[in-house]
């Protein structure tokens, strides 16, 4: 079982940036599609952005599409998430999850679903005040 770890959360000003980023002792076939969630009070996980990590292909939902950015390190085995000009609306729970390629390849036409990803980091608070 792949360990994702994650880091970056905090608290910034309305317009500021972060970047959260979502590390593993290594990344398998079955753990080759990353994607990060956030997730409100009361409601599901949302899907907002997903990496091929070995083509480098990204999705990203329309919440979020032209503000934020995935990318990775490969050296380091490490999926970062820069989020740029946060609103108060952006303030949730982040987590990276893991799974297979299928995954990534499904989000242009359906989305990211929290059922389908079974590996998944402890999560990080982002508030925008």
Known sequence: QVQLVESGGGSVQAGGSLRLS????RWTDSTD???????????????LASLYTRGDNA???????????????KRENTVYLEMNSL???DSAMYYCAADHRAQ?????????????FH????GT????S
């Open 59 to 73: 999705w990203y939902s329309d919440s979020v599409q032209g503000r934020f950015t995935i990318y990775q390190d």
């Open 119 to 122: 590996a998944w980091g402890q």
């Open 104 to 116: 990534c390849l499904r989000a242009p036409v359906y989305g990211l679903s929290q059922y389908d």
């Open 125 to 128: 608070q982002v508030t925008v």
């Open 33 to 47: 599609c990353i994607a990060w969630f956030r997730q409100f009070a009361g409601e599901l996980r949302e899907g």
């Open 22 to 25: 979502c590390g593993a002792s």
């Open 87 to 89: 609103r108060p609306g």
